[in-house]
Structures are given as structure tokens and as C-alpha cells.
């Protein structure tokens, strides 16, 4: 099979779920606005014609427009237009409804839009600038930003596009249906070589896919990558699994409803995450203190996908890793947690358990506004 993009075509070929009901509602708004500009233009040259000025005519007499009969037609000519661009309307949201619901199972990819390129990031670790690999007739999910201005990707083959903006997220998903490759576009003006930021977009069968895969990048997964970043740059030693640390516990927190210390609320989606790693003071949730440094700077755009991907990876009974256990070098949890030692084999401890406890109690104490939850 061919695997390069066709070059110009005057209509795109389909190849994703949305491509059949987004040419049904195109085709539609083509039929529509052809019969009525045929319509219109029918009537005007048909009335010019009858009623023109005929030698000898006169004035014409005025129409009573208090009629009954120009009620009625001027009733229809409301109503028939109204009905039909409601169905337009309808028509439109539910594929937009559809376009702006991924599936929760979608496999989820990575898209980076960078003046002039595009960088994409799968979860096993591979990597590919301007090319995207997917397997046919499975749903997918591109999880995308932007490095510096707006881009918007742009697949016209599954009838897809979504704008990539810098500091949040956005997503888009289609489901492939034909194996081949397809343009990509970005559909943004950004600069001088916005018409140059083109990719292609290859759609392989499932078998293809994994082969394609394996060969990949030889690291590991975006999951693992970000774990190790996570102990890198210290998270570990705040995010601690039982909750016990000085910030929030992250097992099973992505996805979910965050109080903060305002009283309001936040989901915990990539978008929160970014903030809360590069502007912590942004939002605090309810209970702890405002501790966290910001990581501005120590992060590039690429690990903070990672570290994204491996917080999702916590509590997913589905993640990489999730099974995985943060480290418990962690000083705190070594002196209060289920970690420490007993009060007889703590050093200088003559007496005992007895005045140990209230000891460690204090230092509980003094973390305690520190992780109510
Ligand atoms: Cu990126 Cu236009």
C-alpha cells in the first residue's frame, strides 16, 4: 500500500468515525444552500420577467398586504427556513458533543506544537517529530500544548481539528478506520512558516502498530520516565503514598474533585497539574501549607508530560506502575509513620515507650495542619 499522503484532492478521503457524519451534515448544508441560492435566483429572473414595465401600463395597483394569503406565505417562508437550520444546528452539536467526548478507554498520545513542528510523545516511550503512528479502528486520544504560540492540528482525512494552545491542554480523538497516511496541517496562522508545519499522519493495522512500537525509543515508558523525574527533583519526598507527607497524597487523585483552602473547587486534570508544578501558590488545597517551591525553569516541556503521565499513573488500576510504591526514605515517615523503629531501639531513649510516644506526638502534631485530608 501506498504510505505516502495524497497531494491535492477536492475532497479529503475519510478515514476516521467522525468522517461519514461530518460530510452527511456538510452535504447537507451544501443541498440546502444550493437549492435556495437556485431558488432565489430563479424567482428574481422570473418575477423581473413577468412583472416588468410593459408599454402602456400604468402605475401599478398596491398589494394589499393585510391578506390572509401573504400571512400565510410570509408564515412558510419563516418557518421551512427555521426548521431547516435547526436541523443544521442539531445536527452540528451532536457531532461536536461527540468530537469533544474522547472515550475513557482511548489510547492517549502526546502533542507538543512548537514554531514550526510537531512533536508527538506516545505513553511507551516513543518518540517522532512531524509523524504520527496509530493503529487502525481503535480510539485515540492526543492530549496536546503548545512551546510558545497557537497552533491548531488539523487532520482534514478523520474530519478533526482542535485548537494547541501554550499553558493548557486540549484534546482531540477520532478512531481511525483506513490504514494509509494522511496529511496533518496546522490550521493557525503562527509565523512565517505556519504553511510548513505539516506532518503525516500513519494509520497502521494493530499487528503494524506494535512492531512499530517496539522498535521505538529504547527508554522507557513516559510513566517510568516521569517517576524517575518525580524522584529527581524531590516530589517524593512531600507526595507521600499514605498521605502522611507535607502535600497531598497523589494515589488515585488524578481525575478527581480537589477542595482547596479557598473553599472552592478544582479538577485534578493535566491542566491543574501543570499549575500546581509551575505555579504552586496558584491554588492550595485545603489543609496544607503553602510549602511547595515552584519547579518554573527546572522543567522542560517535555518532562512535565512525563510527570503528568506518571501521576495519572498512580491509583489507575490500569497504569504502568501503579502498583509501584513511592520510596519511604522520606525523614518524616521514618520518625512518625508505620516506619519507626521501636522506642528501644531508638538511640538515646532510656525512657522508653512511655516518653517516646508523647515525643513523636509533638512532631506529628507540628505536621498535622500539614496533612488533614
Ligand atoms: Cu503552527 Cu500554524
Known sequence: MNMEPKSFQLFPESASNFAPSVDGLYLYMVLISAFFSLLVAFLIIFFAVKYRNRPGAGVPKPINDHSIGGMILEITWSVIPLGLSLVMFAWGASIMFKESRP??????????????????????????????????????????????????FYVPAF??????????????????????????????????????????????????????????????????????LFRQLGCANCHIKDGHGRAPNLYGAFGMKVDLADGS????????????????????????????????GLISDEGMLKLIEYIKSLGDPN??????????????LQKTGPMMPPASEMPKAPAAAGKAAPAAGTATGNQATGRQQ
Open 159 to 228: 474530519r478533526t481539528k482542535a485548537d494547541v494552545l501554550p499553558g493548557r491542554f486540549t484534546t482531540e480523538w477520532f478512531r481511525p478506520t483506513r490504514i494509509g497516511a494522511y496529511h496533518i496541517f496546522c490550521a493557525e496562522y503562527c509565523g512565517t512558516k505556519h504553511s510548513g508545519m505539516i506532518g503525516t499522519v500513519y494509520v497502521l493495522s494493530a499487528e503494524d502498530y506494535d512492531k512499530w512500537l517496539a522498535q521505538g525509543s529504547g527508554e522507557g515508558s513516559m510513566a517510568e520516565e516521569g517517576e524517575s
Open 265 to 296: 473547587s478544582v479538577r485534578f486534570d493535566e491542566s491543574y497539574t501543570r499549575e500546581s508544578i509551575l505555579y504552586p501558590q496558584a491554588k492550595i488545597v485545603a489543609g496544607y501549607d503553602r510549602i511547595m517551591p515552584t519547579f518554573k
Open 319 to 332: 497504569g504502568v506502575i501503579s502498583e509501584r510504591n513511592l520510596p519511604l526514605e522520606s525523614p518524616d
Open 103 to 152: 472515550p475513557k478507554d482511548s489510547l492517549n498520545i502526546y502533542v507538543t506544537g512548537k514554531r514550526w513542528m510537531w512533536k508527538i510523545q506516545h505513553l511507551e516511550g516513543a518518540r517522532e517529530i512531524n509523524e504520527l503512528h496509530v493503529p487502525v479502528n481503535r480510539d485515540v486520544r492526543l492530549t496536546m500544548t503548545s512551546e510558545d504560540v497557537i497552533h491548531d
